[in-house]
């Protein structure tokens, strides 16, 4: 894969056998789905939310998103909204950035809860290509989950090729009760894995 993990000591583990694997959690393959929906479409609808954006100091284009509600902070590509359902997100023409918050027993176990989300994303996206991982790793001295995937959508309006696009996804512990679910998205010719890693490791809990 393109220059992937600069500074990430880890081995992937193998995705369970699809005969096998758990239920489908309705509400987190929608979130799944509607994600990679809108970074094809290039839409993506807003609603309240509690968080605010600044211009980050010394960071090009970055800017630092903080939320009031789960109490962490994040650079961002652009400018990210908090929805009513918890969640925060930004959508440009190319990118999407979307912090979700798991609380209770899902985040007391981030490798199963990472094994879930690729299995209800593959159930939902017949073109998905897992190209990392689910799998533990060590991201600048902190512990966490991780998994890359790509996938066609549709095809690219300025070419009429098939569109293939690239998440990162990303899971972050405060403790036992609650993980940052980081989603990072981007048409593959403009993926960079360093530049995702970057996004994950701003990530503070506050």
């Known amino acids: 894969m393109r220059g992937h993990h600069t500074g990430i000591d880890s081995k992937p583990t193998h995705v369970p056998n699809r005969s096998g694997r758990p239920r489908l959690d ?13 970074l094809a479409s290039g839409l993506l609808a807003c609603g309240p939310g509690g968080g605010t954006s600044a211009a980050s100091n010394g960071k090009t284009h970055a800017v630092t998103y903080v939320d009031s509600r789960y109490h ?10 908090a ?3 918890g969640t925060a997100v930004y959508a440009g023409p190319s990118q999407r950035l979307q912090v979700a918050v798991a609380q209770g027993a899902k985040a007391a176990d981030l490798a199963a809860l990472a094994r879930d989300d690729v299995a209800a994303f593959a159930s939902n996206t017949a073109t998905l290509h897992l190209d990392w991982g689910p799998a533990s790793i060590s991201l600048r001295g902190r512990q966490l989950e991780k998994f890359v995937y790509s996938y066609e959508s549709g095809t690219s309006p300025a070419t009429g090729k098939p569109l293939t696009l690239v998440g990162v996804r990303y899971f972050l512990p405060r403790d036992a009760t609650a993980a940052a679910v980081i989603s990072y998205g981007i048409v593959s010719s403009q993926y960079d894995a360093q530049a995702a890693d970057d996004i994950a490791s701003s990530f503070e809990w506050q």
């Not at 309705?26 to 809108?38: D, F, K, N, P, Q």
């Not at 962490?72 to 909204?81: A, C, E, F, V």
């Open 26 to 38: 309705r509400t987190r393959a929608g979130v799944l789905v509607g994600l990679a929906s809108a």
């Open 72 to 81: 962490y902070r994040i650079d961002s590509p652009g400018r990210m909204i």
């Open 83 to 85: 929805l009513a359902d």
